[in-house]
C-alpha cells in the first residue's frame, strides 16, 4: 500500500543552523511529491514540489527538497532556518490520491 | 481570489447524531478534496470529487459521505458519529486534481460527545 513515512516527529534548532527533515514513500511508480507546511494558527500551505525534471527543486522561503528515485526519498532541506521556519511540516504523495507523512513539527529557538 | 472557505469552523455533536461540513473551493477550481486531521493519524484522505463527481475514496467507512455542487462547493456528511470522529476536517482545492497543488481550508473542528 500507498504510505509516506516522515522519520523525525519533533527537531528542535537554533536560529542559523541547517535542517533536513526526512520523507520516504513506497510507491514503486510515477510520484507527484509535495512538502507542506502549517504555521502556528494558519492554514496548511504549499512550500514546494516535484513532477518531474530537476530533481533539486526549490521552494518559498528559502526551502528546498531533492528527489531521489532509487531511495525513494524527498527530503527537506534550509540551509540556514529562522524562527519563523517553526511550524509543522508534512510530506506527501499522490499517485491516485494524496497521503500525507505523519508530519514534524520544527521548533527553532531565537 | 478568495481562499477556500469552510463552515462551520466549530461544531460540538453527540454520539449518534449527523453532521454535515461545508466547503466553498477557490473560483474556478473544479476539484475539492476532504481529509481528516487527528493527532492520531495525521492527515487522513476521505475523497476527492471533481465536476460533481467522486473521483476518489479514502479508506473510511460509508458512514462517511460527500457530494459536490454544480458551483463546486462541497458537503461531507458523516452519520451515526461516534467519538473517534472527533477531529479537524479539512477541505483543500485545485483546479484539476490532487495531483497538482491543494490549497486548503481553515478547517472544522469536530467535536463529538
Known amino acids: 500500500a500507498q504510505s509516506v513515512s516522515q522519520h523525525n516527529h519533533h527537531v528542535i534548532l537554533s536560529e542559523a543552523a541547517s535542517l533536513e527533515l526526512g520523507c520516504n514513500y513506497s510507491?514503486?511508480?510515477?510520484?507527484?511529491l509535495f512538502w507542506y507546511v502549517q504555521y502556528p494558527g494558519q492554514h496548511l500551505q504549499l512550500l514546494l514540489k516535484?513532477?518531474?525534471?530537476?530533481?533539486l527543486v526549490k521552494g518559498i522561503k528559502g526551502f528546498e527538497a531533492e528527489f531521489i528515485k532509487s531511495k525513494f526519498s524527498f527530503n527537506l532541506r534550509k540551509p540556514s532556518v529562522q524562527w519563523s521556519d517553526t511550524a509543522e511540516y508534512f510530506c506527501a504523495v499522490n499517485v491516485n490520491d494524496m497521503r500525507f507523512g505523519a508530519g514534524t513539527r520544527l521548533t527553532v529557538k531565537p | 481570489k478568495a481562499g477556500v472557505t469552510q463552515t462551520p469552523r466549530y461544531l460540538i455533536k453527540t454520539r449518534g447524531q449527523q453532521v454535515t461540513l461545508s466547503c466553498s473551493p477557490i473560483?474556478?477550481?473544479?476539484?475539492v478534496s476532504w481529509y481528516q486531521q487527528t493527532p492520531g493519524q495525521g492527515l487522513q484522505f476521505l475523497f476527492e470529487y471533481f465536476s460533481e463527481t467522486q473521483r476518489n475514496k479514502g479508506n473510511f467507512p460509508g458512514r462517511f459521505s460527500g457530494r459536490q455542487f454544480s458551483n463546486s462547493r462541497s458537503e461531507m456528511n458523516v452519520s451515526t458519529l461516534e467519538l473517534g470522529d472527533s477531529a479537524l476536517y479539512l477541505c483543500?482545492?485545485?483546479?484539476?486534481?490532487?495531483?497538482?497543488?491543494?490549497?486548503f481550508g481553515p478547517g472544522t473542528r469536530l467535536l463529538v460527545l
Open positions: 516535484y513532477f518531474s525534471g530537476d530533481p
Open positions: 510507491y514503486g511508480g510515477t510520484v507527484n
Open positions: 473560483s474556478g477550481h473544479r476539484s
Open positions: 483543500a482545492s485545485s483546479f484539476l486534481g490532487s495531483q497538482e497543488t491543494q490549497y
